[in-house]
């Protein structure tokens, strides 16, 4: 799918792909603001060192709530890069049930994500809360007041109620394709407010007919939301970058 220049996909994890490079080059000159999440401390210098060349990809550094199990020893190497990254994520809480057997260690490990970014200050999160919006929410009211960061909620997938206290708590949302497949979702979806609204693929997760979706492929999800807001894609397109620029520059 050909899209104009300056999309955004705010959450993708390019080091996933089989070529962690080429992928890079190709949301590069496809002109896509990728961020590139990253799943453990440990991706973190590779992804850097890829995105650091570039214009449109810029890298984040994760710990991600799935891997927190094996992973939660690795807090002290994610602490010891933040200073090198204005973008953290992917970082959140899981409670599905695979995963449920953590929560209370996710739990202690997001509190402390969220602390050292309020107390650096100027960060942005992409954040997972996957079952758990509610406790992601009440984590994100304790530890991270609106004026020492921002949070991007990713797939976000709880109650339009939780919804408008995320609204409520200065987040933002990136939607991608695969939640703009059912009625519930596409009812969250509409609900987002416009200012609010930022758009992701979560690829190489998420399938784009029958391959993995790629950062240009976001202008579908650009498309398919403009037509429940009354918009031109290419008006959606640029709201959502003002809503990009305005996000990062807040978080300065
Ligand atoms: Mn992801």
Request: charged fraction near 25%.
């Amino acid at each position: 799918m050909t899209g104009e220049k300056g999309l955004i996909d705010f959450h993708c994890h390019l080091d996933l792909y089989p070529d962690h490079a080429s992928a890079v080059k190709e949301a590069e000159l496809s002109g896509v603001y990728t961020l590139a999440v990253t799943t453990t401390p440990k991706a973190w210098e590779r992804n850097n060192n890829l995105a650091r060349g570039t214009r449109y990809v810029r890298a984040a550094l994760g710990l991600h709530p799935q891997l927190v199990a094996e992973r939660s020893h690795e807090l002290s190497l994610w602490e010891s890069y933040l200073p090198e990254t204005r973008y953290v994520g992917e970082v959140g809480l899981d409670a599905g049930p695979r995963y449920y057997a953590s929560f209370e260690l996710q739990k202690k490990v997001f509190a402390h994500i969220l602390s050292s970014c309020a107390k650096a200050g100027g960060k942005v999160l992409s954040v997972h809360s996957i079952r758990s919006a509610t406790t992601v929410l009440d984590h994100i009211e304790e530890y991270m007041p609106s004026d020492r960061g921002r949070v991007v909620l990713h797939w976000f997938t709880g109650s339009k109620s939780e919804l408008k206290r995320a609204v409520d708590l200065g987040c933002y949302f990136s939607v991608n394709q695969s939640m703009l497949l059912n009625e519930r979702g596409l009812d969250l979806v509409r609900a987002i407010p416009t200012d609010r609204l930022l758009t992701e693929t979560d690829g190489p997760f998420v399938k784009h007919g029958d391959r993995p979706v790629r950062p240009p492929d976001v202008w579908v999800t650009v498309e398919a939301i403009a037509v429940h807001r009354a918009l031109s894609p290419t008006a959606l397109a640029t709201q959502i970058r003002t809503n990009l620029k305005r996000l990062v520059e807040a978080s300065v």
